[in-house]
């Protein structure tokens, strides 16, 4: 199966005369990779003797990398193809056509003008109309019938136009969508090593050869071989399955393949497959990247679910067949996106809305249950109308007139049928608001382009309007609310506290010594300062900013850190403990010429000076650090520089003689102790002067502000009341993480809601924070319900462990600078310049949308509920509608396309920032526009229906009612039709203000959309009046009658100002409409399912009667995931895993609504907390016994504990092994 699966790859077999180029083929290269672990390592000694030996091959330079000669560039892309994987063909325009043509009212509607136009070249023999009954109305002249065709024809056309704009629409929106994909990719640079430099390049640059830096929070974009690592721990999750991470090193497991995470730690690689080549593209190219036969697909994975039935009881541990179904498991949901493949985006754009945001999308559940309610109604409306016409000219025709049926009048009675059954048809399509769809679409896509030059990159649509419903924001500090410019401000050295940086001759020679070596090596090779990109700028610092400080810190004090980095490079370190969350710290071992060994470490100060016993004096001599001393420290300096918000880094070091031996390394504890401090430093991160103000601005907007952040309290809390986040006077909680989770734990560990609910409302500042910390507020804040409102709570992240924390928050902001790869992954908008006061341009974008769309309603709703009655009455009392079937669609067409476009592209204001959240249950129609909506519809039928049963008095003109069948257009009708457009164009000025403002022209300048569309329309209709003629049933009016018109539709506006001058309040019988679903109305069992999806799922059940389109596509996803997720749950152990965003095992429960496991921890053998996930272990130690059962709950998801109740029994006392399949399935079932 290895290489037969492969022939069909694009430039993957590599021709031969490129053999004697490198000094190893294409196919060497991949059945390596194929391999894992020690057979990996075996395969490399066997055919290369060692990685050296490879590089050598593949003609780089482990040390300085590739020439990055652009000739040696385009031979590798030639011989080991390029990084990139074709994305899948967009649909093109006619398979949007096509899929806008299912729309059930235009079938109806073309299947009505078809048999219209049929029947209108029928000519009868002869029949003498008198004999079919005088409904037909008198004989009619040899033109007119020939005009019979006409109504047919326009229809169509009408349905044309309808069909182009929506399709157009569709691919505006994707072309726009893969604009925005390609957009995130291009910003997507990794770090390389070209001719000794280290550069960032695209990702698709990347070339096989290349030797590649790979760090803390990198999603890698190639498979490559490890050429150099410390600590290196990757998360192969999204490839295997399997949630431990795994470590990585030269001896053990050097292979590293794309898609997959770095968790910890940093090293190089030597790339050695890249695009379609790398396992990742492998998958994508057996899915075939182009497959768009869902059917073939999911017959595909049912063949593939049965080999695994029959291969259950082997356990091939090593072999590719099995790593090959793990991949194409993976690759079944298209999950690695940092390739440059859109499908694979778009794919997961779709299955992410789907899945993880069930319940986010407010306005889509709302709107859903609405348009379904309209709909039916219409549909209702539109079946009385045709019954009525039907018995009205039945008993007219067969008993008032008395007429026997005649085989030759049966054309003109049918024909009579018809006409009736497009005027129902009519009424339902005015009735069926399907610009409703459309209009948020164009809303979202509107906002989401314009948020681009904000500095927001969304990357799933409903985020946006999500924002607006914002009640919390959880933010970091770092970078956030400050500049992340970090500086080296004052310094405690050699017994003295300097409060600013001292001059270099005031430290003793031995310190500054040990000073500088330790900066040099002690921060991330990666990190450094570089030279202002403009004269007399700020340096440029690149890398982690807290080490750019301590870099700095060296250059202020004359030191060159670059020269010790060339004296001792990567390769020399000996050992590197990189900084995680666990450790708070970050240690480098060097060994020294003797065999000794000298330790270098930084960190936390509070965390480190516990871990010193020495401290080096104004002599440069080391003298004892006992606690007392310690406590003396953290009074007289480190709280000191802490109140002033300065954050505390504490520099140590310590040696190992040789005398000892080499010493346990992998024991950390016993390593990082016994140290001696050299200094400690505060280091300042100067607040963002537009913060305060952002903040301010959502105070008043009924948003809260809270800061989750890893520094200490006194920090913490010197920012926030810079920010204003605190204010003097107020009763406001500032905790630290332990104190945190010693109130919301109970006696046994266990995380309770009550507790949190008692703590949150008043939380401001949550300091020295662990990620699952930040999670565990932002499920507490969520799942609460003291509040009558569901909090929507808004996070940033910029780590690999904010990971669970975005993920579980109903928006993720990620930041596009500092951020990592797998935050970006898991978060909904990119803040592009990683600062807080777009947050507020977001909020003040989602609140727009949701106006716009509130806006369109209330002008939609006016036209609708005038429309159908106008259509019902004239129907039922003049046997005709007043309004023709084309003028209908015309008016459907400005009132759906044109004003969705008009209303929905309305700019934001800052008075949006003046009101409250609307919370999850508000109604899309309040009550204003309730009055609105109905204080205009009484005004319009009042003119419609004077000017439809008076109209010929007052103008004396023809009276155009009990017209016959093919009469010619009547002026008494036109003018009626003009009037009601007219009034519409006015209306929709009117709309633009949905809560009741008495200026509806305020800002109407500022949309220059919503100006031209208004025009246009009108001379669009001055154009269907006058020249329209038959199809349109129109006739030419003079210019008194357009005055008339025009004065009645201007009325509107003057009729706009009595009724907002009626107060709200005093009208008790409005109802409102358009609610989220509430829970009350959901059936119990169907409750739990629903647990995780409340809000569409509700809608989507009564839409099976597929009346609006856009659903449609979103079922078919959901049975395609539906299969893979079954197909993958007799494989996989842990459900929520495949993803490679759900970044922790802990957290995976957040990934998926179908299956979740509640608790995936007893089947992870505990390790010790060294190794252990790197959110776990605080809680981990806390709870050392061994977990019972329902386990004493790491998921911060005690809240969920009844569904503890199914998985009891499938967890043995023993945990069953994580591998075997059997397992995984009970768990699942």
């Known amino acids: 199966m290895a290489n037969n699966s492969y022939s069909g790859v694009k430039n993957s077999v590599a021709e031969p005369n490129h053999d004697g180029e490198f000094g190893v083929s294409l196919n060497d290269l991949r059945s390596l990779m194929e391999l894992r672990g020690a057979e990996g390592l075996f395969k490399i000694q066997e055919s290369f003797a060692d990685v050296n030996g490879l590089c050598s091959r593949l003609k780089t330079s482990p040390v300085d990398g590739l020439s990055g000669q652009p000739l040696d560039i385009d031979k590798r892309k030639e011989a080991f193809g390029q990084n990139f994987i074709p994305p899948k063909k967009p649909k093109t325009f006619l398979q949007l056509v096509w899929e806008a043509l299912q729309d059930v009212t235009l079938i109806i509607l073309e299947v009505a003008a078809i048999v219209s136009l049929g029947l209108s070249f029928y000519k009868p023999p002869d029949s003498d109309s008198k004999n079919c009954g005088n409904a037909a109305g008198g004989v009619e002249d040899e033109g007119e019938a020939e005009a019979g065709w006409i109504e047919g024809a326009a229809i169509l056309l009408s349905v044309v136009c309808v069909v182009l704009v929506t399709a157009f629409n569709d691919w505006s929106k994707e072309k726009q969508f893969r604009g925005l994909q390609s957009r995130i990719e291009q910003e997507q640079k990794f770090t390389v090593v070209r001719g000794g430099q280290v550069i960032p390049i695209p990702v698709a640059e990347i070339v096989v050869g290349d ?19 410390n600590d290196l721990k990757i998360d192969e999750s999204s490839l295997t399955g399997e949630s431990d991470h795994v470590k990585k090193s030269m001896e053990k497991d050097p292979m590293l393949l794309s898609g997959t995470h770095v968790m910890e730690g940093s090293g190089k690689m030597v790339v050695t497959a890249v695009g379609v080549n790398s396992q990742t593209g492998i998958i994508f190219t057996l899915l075939g990247a182009g497959e768009d036969d869902e059917d073939e697909e999911e017959e595909k994975k049912k063949k593939e679910k049965e080999k695994k039935k029959e291969k259950k009881n082997k356990k091939q541990d090593g072999s590719v067949e099995n790593r090959k179904k793990a991949k194409a498991q993976d690759g079944a949901a298209m999950e690695m996106q940092p390739l440059n493949s859109d499908e694979a985006a778009e794919g997961e754009e779709k299955r992410k809305s789907n899945m993880s945001k069930k319940e986010k999308s407010v306005l889509q559940g709302k709107l859903t249950k609405l348009a379904v309610q309209i709909g039916k109604a219409g549909l209702v409306m539109s079946a009385i109308t045709v019954i009525i016409l039907v018995v009205l000219f039945v008993v007219d025709t067969f008993w008032v007139q008395g007429l026997p049926w005649e085989k030759e009048c049966t054309p003109v009675y049918i024909q009579f049928f018809v006409k009736f059954f497009i005027i129902g048809v009519t009424v339902l399509v005015v009735a069926v608001p399907e610009g409703l769809p459309l209009a948020v679409t164009i809303s979202l896509a509107y906002s989401v382009k314009k948020m681009m030059k904000d500095n927001n990159l969304v990357r799933h649509l409903d985020a946006c309007e999500t924002m607006g419903n914002a009640t919390a924001i959880c933010s970091d500090k770092t970078g956030t609310l400050t500049m992340n410019r970090m500086k080296v401000v004052q310094v405690n050295i050699a017994d003295k506290y300097y409060k600013k940086v001292p001059e270099p001759d005031l430290i003793p020679a031995s310190i500054m010594e040990l000073l500088t070596v330790g900066i040099s090596v002690n921060c991330a090779y990666t990190t450094k300062i570089m030279s202002p990109e403009k004269e007399g700028g700020l340096n440029r610092q690149v890398g982690n900013k807290t080490e750019c400080a301590l ?44 065999g000794s060994f000298r330790m270098f470490s930084k960190g936390a100060s509070e965390i480190l000076l516990k871990k010193c016993f020495k401290v080096l004096t104004a002599t440069g001599e080391a003298k004892v650090f006992r606690p007392r001393d310690r406590d003396d420290m953290v009074k007289k300096v480190i709280e000191p520089m802490a109140s002033e918000g300065l954050r505390t880094i504490c520099l140590a070091y310590r040696d190992f003689p040789v005398s000892e031996g080499e010493p346990d390394w992998d024991n950390e504890n016993d390593i990082l102790s016994r140290l001696t401090c050299l200094c400690v430093v505060g280091i ?51 905790l630290e993480g332990k104190e945190f989770n010693r109130r919301i734990r109970n006696e046994k560990g266990e995380i309770e809601q009550e507790r949190i609910d008692k703590i949150w409302p008043k939380l401001r500042v949550l300091a020295r924070s662990s990620p699952t910390d930040k999670h565990t507020l932002v499920k507490g804040i969520i799942d609460s319900t003291v509040l009558e409102k569901r909090q929507v709570v808004a996070v940033t992240g910029d780590g690999t462990n904010d990971g669970p924390a975005l993920k579980k928050a109903d928006v993720g902001f990620a930041m596009g600078i500092a951020g990592t790869d797998v935050a970006k992954e898991a978060s909904d908008i990119i803040l592009t310049d990683d600062n807080f006061s777009s947050i507020v341009k977001a909020v003040m974008w989602g609140r727009n949308v949701y106006d716009s769309i509130s806006k369109f309603l209330q002008f939609q709703l006016t036209v609708n509920v005038v429309a159908v009655i106008v259509a019902f009455t004239g129907a039922c009392i003049t046997q005709d509608s007043p309004l023709k079937a084309v003028q209908m669609l015309w008016v459907n067409l400005i009132m759906d396309t044109f004003a969705s476009l008009a209303l929905a592209t309305e700019p934001p204001t800052e008075s949006l920032l003046l009101r409250k959240p609307y919370g999850r249950n508000k109604p899309l129609i309040s009550r204003t526009m309730m009055k609105n909506i109905l204080g205009h519809g009484v005004y319009q039928l009042t003119i419609i229906f004077t000017l439809l049963f008076a109209g010929e008095k007052i103008f004396d003109i023809d009276s155009g009612r009990n017209a016959p069948l093919h009469s010619p257009p009547s002026e008494h009708y036109t003018i009626v039709f003009n009037t009601f457009v007219l009034m519409q164009l006015f209306n929709e000025i009117n709309a633009r ?29 001055i154009v269907i009046v006058q020249f329209g003629g038959k199809p349109f049933s129109c006739v030419g009016l003079n210019i008194e009658q357009w005055l008339w018109c025009v004065f009645l539709g201007f009325g509107c506006l003057l009729w706009g100002q009595i009724i907002s001058s009626i107060p709200t309040s005093r009208l008790k019988f409005l109802k409102t409409a358009g609610h989220g679903t509430q829970k009350e109305e959901i059936p119990d069992e169907e409750l739990e399912e629903l647990d995780d999806m409340e809000e569409i799922d509700h809608a989507e059940r009564e839409l099976r ?25 007799s494989l996989s152990p842990y459900e929520g895993l495949e993803k490679p965003e759900s970044r922790s095992s802990i957290h995976n429960f957040m990934t998926h609504p179908e299956f979740r496991i509640e608790d995936s921890e007893p089947h992870i053998p505990l390790i010790d907390d060294t ?11 806390a709870t050392p016994t061994p977990p019972p059962p329902p386990s004493p709950n790491q998921n911060n998801n005690a809240v969920d504990s009844g569904i503890h109740l199914f998985l009891d029994p499938s967890k043995p006392a023993t945990p069953s092994t994580p591998g075997s399949p059997m397992h995984s399935l009970e768990t699942s079932l």
């Not at 030797?211 to 690592?229: M, N, R, T």
């Not at 809390?717 to 204003?724: D, E, L, Q, S």
């Not at 200026?999 to 100006?1011: Q, T």
């Open 993 to 1021: 203000k949905i809560h009741g403002e008495r200026n509806v022209f305020e800002g109407i300048f500022n949309n220059l959309i919503f100006c031209s569309i208004v025009f246009g329309t009108f001379v669009i209709q």
């Open 1105 to 1129: 009667r597929g009346q609006i389109l856009w659903f449609r596509g979103l079922n078919r996803i959901q049975t395609q995931i539906r299969v893979v997720n079954a197909f993958r749950s």
């Open 1171 to 1181: 190794d252990a996930e790197d959110d776990a272990p605080t809680k981990r130690n």
């Open 211 to 229: 030797v590649a830096q790979i760090k803390y929070g990198d999603l890698l974009p190639a498979d490559g071989v490890l050429i150099q690592g």
């Open 684 to 734: 300042e991160d100067p607040v963002r002067p537009e913060v305060p103000d952002a903040i301010r601005k959502c105070q008043r907007a009924g948003i809260t502000v809270r800061m989750v952040t890893g520094d200490n309290l006194n920090t913490a809390r010197a920012i926030a009341t810079k920010c204003g986040i605190l204010q003097a006077g107020d009763d406001f909680l500032c």
């Open 551 to 594: 870099l700095g810190f060296a250059v202020d004090l004359k030191k060159d850190y670059q020269a010790i980095r060339n004296e001792i490079p990567e390769e020399k370190l000996y050992k590197v403990y990189t900084f995680n969350s666990v450790r708070k710290s970050m240690s480098t071992v060097l060994k020294n010429a003797d």
